[in-house]
């Protein structure tokens, strides 16, 4: 997710070496994101001649904003994070829903704190009977309203609370006046079929590649 080179195309292959040394030389494993835009069957021998191997597929959707709040099933219960004290319970979940031991959660706090009350953002806590179960955030930028993370404890999955959060951050985009919302899964996921399921639309799928 952080050692990740964005929008690599065709023009970017004279640096492809350069950006495998990078990595190398700080011994991290890093992937390429490639869209389906730029690219040539050159682009890909090239890729795979250098030892790197497509590892799989990515989903970039999109939906509308919704004029209508949603309901929300009776056990559910959402509240936007405004103060360090909700932070910690946001950030506790984000670790143990990332697949990350509790012990963790102090690398979640110091990674994310940054973007409480910071323009533009906005971090939701979900709870499943008062029990804090799942969290999510929005990015609005001019018209768009981008919805840049989700996590669930695994205790509280497939009771609804990712749909219900992607509910409510397209009428908290409605409300923000955006006119688009834009979100990211993996292919083919529960993520995916979540987003579909509440409206949004495949508007493309990017390659992963990694090296061996």
């Not at 979640?108 to 029990?131: C, D, H, I, S, T």
């Not at 840049?148 to 985009?173: C, D, V």
Request: charged share 20%; hydrophobic share 40%; net charge neutral.
């Amino acid at each position: 997710m952080f050692n990740s080179v964005k929008g690599f195309s065709e023009d970017d292959i004279d640096r492809l070496e350069e950006v495998i040394n990078f990595y190398r030389e700080r011994e991290r494993r890093f992937q390429l994101e490639i869209n389906p835009i730029g690219v040539s069957p050159k682009m890909f021998t090239h890729l795979s001649e250098r030892g790197l191997f497509q590892e799989g597929f990515h989903s970039v959707l999109y939906g509308l904003p919704s004029k209508e709040a949603p309901e929300l099933p009776p056990k559910i219960k959402i509240n936007q994070i405004n103060h360090e004290t909700d932070f910690d319970h946001f950030a506790g979940v984000h670790c143990v829903g990332s697949g990350m031991d509790i012990a963790h959660k102090h690398h979640f706090v110091n990674n994310n704190v940054g973007l409480l009350n910071r323009p533009g953002w906005k971090l939701y806590l979900a709870y499943w009977n008062e029990k804090p179960a799942a969290v999510a955030v929005m990015y609005c930028s001019g018209s768009i309203a981008s919805f840049t993370l989700a996590a669930t404890a695994p205790e509280f999955r497939r009771n609804g609370l990712q749909t219900s959060l992607l509910k409510w951050r397209m009428h908290e985009a409605y409300r923000a006046d955006c006119e688009l919302v834009v979100a990211q899964a993996s292919f083919g996921s529960p993520s995916q079929n979540n987003m579909e399921r509440v409206g949004m639309q495949i508007a493309w799928t990017r390659a992963v590649w990694v090296p061996h």
